[in-house]
């Protein structure tokens, strides 16, 4: 079956460590998408891919890092710089810019203490 | 400003009970009005694609409609596993692919 598949599912790191979470798709797809959710606050855009070797800042990229060397794979790394990084973090994927709805993987909890 | 707000935040029904989840938008050049449902600790979950106004999709307890200035997902007799937050998004103006989201509304139904 074609989807997104984001590991791991919990992560848990100590303040100052830097951490990288995964994100693949087998659903050969273009556009890739790191979103944040935090309760209260809907989702918020950190970084999006629409080619292999090119990406763009979202919303609140501040403390985050990208890289699009493969176009199965985006990987997103939570940085020392990010303020407040707990969070739900959400992979997504679309066939192309402006092309239709995203599809999800089911997230990494990432927890900072 | 491209801006998309749920309303109510939460909703409680009981079995049976039909209601409407409401999702306003303001975006310049609709392409398209997203519905997912999302179940807690997982990603959302693709629902509807509604493209212009009059539209209308069906699934199940499901239907989505559209206007000029917002949506709403009604929910007929809904049952205990439609507990979920349902979310609308729609595509940014700036032609990225990016997807604006509501903050979403939380729906419990109970037996």
């Known amino acids: 079956d074609g989807g997104i598949t984001q590991s791991p599912k919990y992560l848990f790191r100590k303040e100052g460590q830097n951490v990288t979470l995964s994100c693949e798709q087998n659903?050969?797809?273009?556009?890739m998408y790191w979103y944040r959710q935090d309760p209260g606050q809907g989702l918020r855009l950190i970084y999006y891919?629409?080619?292999?070797?090119?990406?763009q800042k979202g919303d609140i990229a501040e403390g985050y890092s990208v890289s699009r060397e493969k176009k199965e794979s985006f990987p997103l790394t939570v940085t020392s710089a990010q303020k407040n990084p707990t969070a739900f973090y959400l992979c997504?994927?679309?066939?192309?810019?402006?092309?239709?709805?995203?599809?999800f993987g089911n997230g990494t909890r990432l927890t900072v203490t | 400003e491209d801006q998309v707000t749920q309303s109510p935040e939460a909703l409680r029904l009981q079995e049976g009970e039909s209601s409407s989840l409401n999702c306003s938008y303001t975006?310049?050049?609709?392409?398209?009005l997203f519905w997912y449902r999302q179940d807690p600790g997982k990603g959302p979950e693709f629902l509807f694609t509604?493209?212009?106004a009059g539209e209308e999709k069906e699934k199940e307890r499901l239907k989505a409609t559209l206007t000029k200035k917002e949506s709403f997902l009604h929910i007929t007799a809904p049952k205990p596993e439609d507990s979920a937050t349902y979310l609308c998004?729609?595509?940014?103006?700036?032609?990225?692919?990016?997807?604006?989201f509501g903050q979403g509304t939380t729906l419990q139904v109970k037996p």
């Open positions: 997504a994927s679309s066939p192309g810019q402006g092309a239709g709805p995203l599809h």
């Open positions: 659903l050969n797809h273009d556009a």
């Open positions: 891919s629409q080619i292999v070797n090119d990406f």
């Open positions: 975006v310049s050049g609709l392409r398209g």
């Open positions: 509604l493209y212009s």
């Open positions: 998004a729609v595509p940014s103006s700036s032609n990225t692919g990016k997807l604006i």
